[in-house]
């Protein structure tokens, strides 16, 4: 089975840009998770979606946003982009339960200047 | 607040020797711990699991622990590779509203010939 993919696996965008992120989770997985990672801050949850609607959220501000579709392939969208959202983005799939094996992509890499 | 602390910050050791990494937390209701690896610019990679009612778990020379009364758990890791040098991070997610998983900051390991 292929693993999780994601793209583009680089960007570099200016301030006040929007970016969108794309995430495909392993074939049959249907829950798909969302997190940010940063030096300052480390490993922070974003949001978790399953069968297409969001199950969790986490405490970032409205400008991050997501969806998932219904084979399950995932995006997520950052508006108005700030100096601070430079950060490794990485999705984790799983086939849907709470205590399952996360399977992590190798994440896109967000720079804005 | 739920808080993850991990212990050491960083940690140097010879290969084929073994270590011991700390997870505390507070997160409360607990459901679940995951310990994870990551190597540089990669995504994390799952290396066990544990609930409530489980001890102690194991996935080759990775050793999990989990005290749930004290709320603490340890990695070991026995006979130490070259392959294990990376950061290891430790995930609690709580039941109802502290479902949201908290990270640690990882312990970054290095495994010197």
């Known amino acids: 089975k292929a693993g999780v993919t994601q793209t583009p696996r680089y960007l570099i965008k200016t301030r006040g840009q929007q970016v969108t992120l794309s995430c495909s989770p392993i074939?049959?997985?249907?829950?798909v998770s969302w997190y940010q990672q940063t030096p300052g801050q480390g490993l922070q949850f974003l949001f978790e979606?399953?069968?297409?609607?969001?199950?969790n959220k986490g405490n970032f501000p409205g400008r991050f946003s997501g969806r998932q579709f219904s084979n399950s392939r995932s995006e997520m969208n950052v508006s108005t982009l700030e100096l601070g959202d430079s950060a490794l983005y990485l999705c984790a799939s799983t086939p849907g339960g709470a205590r399952e094996t996360q399977y992590f992509g190798p994440g896109t890499r967000l720079l804005v200047l | 607040k739920n808080q993850v602390e991990q212990s050491p910050q960083s940690l140097i050791i010879l290969e084929g020797k073994n270590c011991t990494l700390q997870c505390n937390y507070t997160v409360s209701p607990f459901s679940n711990l995951r310990w994870y690896k990551q190597d540089t610019g990669r995504g994390p990679v799952s290396l066990t699991i544990?609930?409530?009612?489980?001890n102690t778990k194991s996935n080759g020379r990775y050793t999990a622990t989990l005290d749930a009364d004290t709320k603490q758990s340890s990695l070991h890791i026995t006979a130490s590779q070259l392959s294990d040098s990376a950061s290891y991070i430790c995930?609690?997610?709580?039941?109802?509203?502290?479902?949201?998983?908290?990270f640690g900051r990882g312990t970054s390991l290095i495994v010197h010939p």
């Open positions: 979606y399953f069968s297409e609607t969001q199950r």
């Open positions: 995930v609690v997610s709580g039941t109802g509203g502290s479902y949201i998983p908290t």
């Open positions: 544990m609930t409530f009612s489980e």
């Open positions: 074939s049959g997985h249907r829950s």
